[in-house]
């Protein structure tokens, strides 16, 4: 809104930073960190009057979570609250592929906020059922490579730290798209298992992408590094900023021991808008690096359950794979700190793809 207003009133001197997409991207960032903490603790207490009980902890699971029965959950409530006010001040809205990347971590809230409510109101670690929560995601995301496509135009893969080496997929490309999203989502989710751990791997995956995105938005740092250029994709460092300050705010409030789960609200959304961003940057592949911790949870779920139903035995003793090294005997802060610190080795070996060309 900023942004539109400065381009129609032609702010003089200092007023005209909101037109850098740097500043708007650190103003982003400040902005949601700031309403964040704001509303977070009026936040908290709304939520635990509402669900009394708080989320439903798994009784199979580690013995040391059950006393965070109580704690409530839909805190993603928080951060799309202070995302989506920071964006609507400091983004370009008369871009199609904001609204894209909006429609998904939106759109992907609301299905998290329907499983999480499903749960709360069933007192059931279950929720809704998964074909239709899929289905939902897959709708969803299936819109949003529509309208990235027709505005980028380009419906190929490329091949990080190789220059100009990409696969053409052509109108697979919208199956593929939709794919990476809704496995992000889904991703982030089943990472989302221990206070503070999926947080702060999406805030080191959205400053990478910040940098991925503002790059691949200038055709001059686009050429020189070798990297597809995607007009107007500079403005999604805003977003990835928005994300940033938002989960901050969050972390907060979500660091051990935690006053407030993110649930499948913050989750969803949060991984959803991580891979809509990668789409829309053409960095699909390079969010498989950056985001490898997630893609590490969602793997060994996927080898859990079918080497269980063909088998009968298991791989891990416990999946996602988080709570296998919590059955070892690591400390839940210890699997946290740990876990961080893969995902900023990661970070580092995406961003080396950008000049490793």
């Not at 109580?70 to 370009?92: F, R």
């Not at 005997?329 to 210890?334: A, N, Y």
């Amino acid at each position: 809104m900023l942004y539109v207003l400065s381009e129609w009133l032609h702010f003089p001197s200092v007023l005209n930073l909101i037109r850098y997409q740097s500043f708007r991207a650190g103003a982003a960032l400040m902005t949601a960190l700031v309403i964040g903490m704001v509303i977070g603790p009026r936040f908290i207490i709304m939520l635990r009057m509402r669900q009394g009980k708080g989320q439903p902890i798994r009784e199979d699971g580690p013995q040391s979570h059950l006393a965070k029965r109580g704690t409530p959950t839909m805190g993603g409530l928080m951060i799309l609250i202070s995302l989506i006010v920071s964006l609507m001040l400091w983004m370009d809205l008369s871009s199609p592929l904001v609204w894209a990347c909006l429609a998904v971590t939106v759109g992907f809230g609301v299905i998290g906020f329907l499983d999480d409510y499903d749960k709360v109101k069933k007192r059931s670690t279950a929720g809704i059922s998964s074909k239709a929560r899929l289905l939902a995601e897959f709708v969803v995301a299936g819109v949003a490579a529509w309208i990235i496509v027709h505005q980028v135009d380009n419906t190929n893969v490329y091949i990080p730290f190789l220059s100009n080496r990409y696969i053409p997929l052509g109108p697979f490309y919208y199956v593929f798209a939709a794919v990476v999203m809704v496995g992000a989502g889904n991703a982030v989710n089943l990472t989302d298992g221990l206070d503070g751990l999926a947080t702060m791997p999406v805030i080191i995956a959205a400053g990478t992408f910040a940098i991925i995105a503002y790059l691949a938005g200038r055709i001059d740092y686009a050429h020189y590094l070798g990297i597809p250029h995607v007009a107007r994709a500079g403005e999604l460092a805003i977003l990835c900023a928005g994300i940033m300050g938002a989960c901050l705010a969050f972390l907060w409030f979500n660091a051990p021991p935690a006053a407030v789960f993110m649930g499948d609200t913050g989750s969803l959304a949060l991984g959803g808008a991580l891979g809509a961003i990668a789409v829309a940057a053409h960095h699909e592949i390079v969010l498989a690096i950056v985001g490898g911790l997630f893609v590490l949870e969602a793997v060994s779920v996927i080898v859990q359950v079918a080497v269980y139903k063909r088998t009968g035995k298991r791989v891990f003793r416990m999946a996602p794979i988080h709570h296998h090294f919590e059955q070892l005997g690591w400390q839940e802060s210890t699997v946290v700190v740990r876990f961080w610190i893969v995902s900023i080795i990661l970070a580092m070996i995406g961003l080396s793809t950008l000049k490793l060309r």
